[in-house]
C-alpha cells in the first residue's frame, strides 16, 4: 500500500533514470528548466549534488535514460530533437558517443544501456520528429542500436527495428537476452543475443489494459519490474509472464 512508501529527494525535474549503486550512492536524471541538465546524486538526507553538463553538450540536451561506464562518466540518452548519446564526464564535460547510424543523423534517443561486456545497447523511439507523432499503436518505427565499440562510432549498427516506441533495454543478468519494452505496442519482447547480434524477436509478455511500459529492471528470481506511464503502475511480470500489479495511483475511468 501506500503506507509501504518512502521518498528520497526533491526538487528533481524529469527523474527518468535511477541507479542505487553498490557503493551506496544514488544517482538519477535530472534536467533544468532552461534547458539542459545531466545527473544528480541523492545524498542520505534527500539532497541533491548535481552533475550537469557545463560544455560541449547539445542546445536543447535533455537527459533521459542513462548507463555509468567505469571510468566514472555516464553515458546519456538525448530526448532532445538533435538527439544521439552523449558522455557526461565528472568535469562536466559533455562529448558526443553516437550521433549518426548507417549515415543517418539520429532523433531523439531514449535509452543507453552499457553491458557488462562493455557493448552499448541504445534505443530510439521513432524516426518521427516531435516524437509524440508516434504517440499511436499504428506507428513502429522504433529500433536498436549495437555498439560494441563505445570509441568507434562507425561499429554501430541497427540489430533491431519495427519496434512499437521502443523504450528501456537491457541485457538480463544472464547475458543470453536482450529485452525491451515497446510503450505504445505495450509490451514487453526480447531476442537471443548471437555472435552477428540478435535472433528473431520474441513476445514475453502483452501488458495488462491501461499499462504503457516505459523503464523496467530484473529482480533476482528473473522477474521484470515494470514502470508504466499514464496509469502510473508498476507491475511485476514473472518469468512465465504472468503480471501483478504491485501499485498503482490512477483514475481507471481516465485510464
Known sequence: S???????????????????TAAGAIWVSHALPEGGGGVARLLPDGSLQPLLARAGMPDDFMPNGWSMAPDGSFLIANLGESGGA??????????????????????????????????????????????????????????????????????????????????????????????ANETMARRVSRWKLTERGLGPRETVADYLDGVFPDGFEFDAEGGIWCASVMSNRVVRVAPDGAQTVVLEDCDPAEV
Not at 501506500?2 to 542505487?20: K, M, N, Q
Open 2 to 20: 501506500f503506507d509501504d512508501l518512502g521518498f528520497l529527494g526533491s526538487g528533481l525535474r524529469r527523474p527518468e533514470c535511477v541507479a542505487c
Open 86 to 179: 552523449w558522455r557526461l564526464r565528472p568535469d562536466g564535460t559533455c562529448e558526443p558517443v553516437l550521433t549518426e547510424v548507417d549515415g543517418l543523423r539520429l532523433p531523439s534517443v531514449n535509452f543507453v544501456h552499457r553491458a557488462e561486456d562493455g557493448v552499448l545497447w541504445i534505443s530510439v523511439s521513432t524516426w518521427r520528429a516531435p516524437r509524440d507523432r508516434a504517440f499511436h499503436r499504428d506507428v513502429a518505427d522504433g529500433f536498436v542500436i549495437r555498439m560494441p565499440d563505445p570509441a568507434d562510432p562507425a561499429s554501430a549498427r541497427i540489430v533491431a527495428d519495427g519496434l512499437g516506441y521502443a523504450n528501456e533495454v537491457k541485457v538480463d543478468p544472464s547475458g543470453t537476452w536482450l529485452y
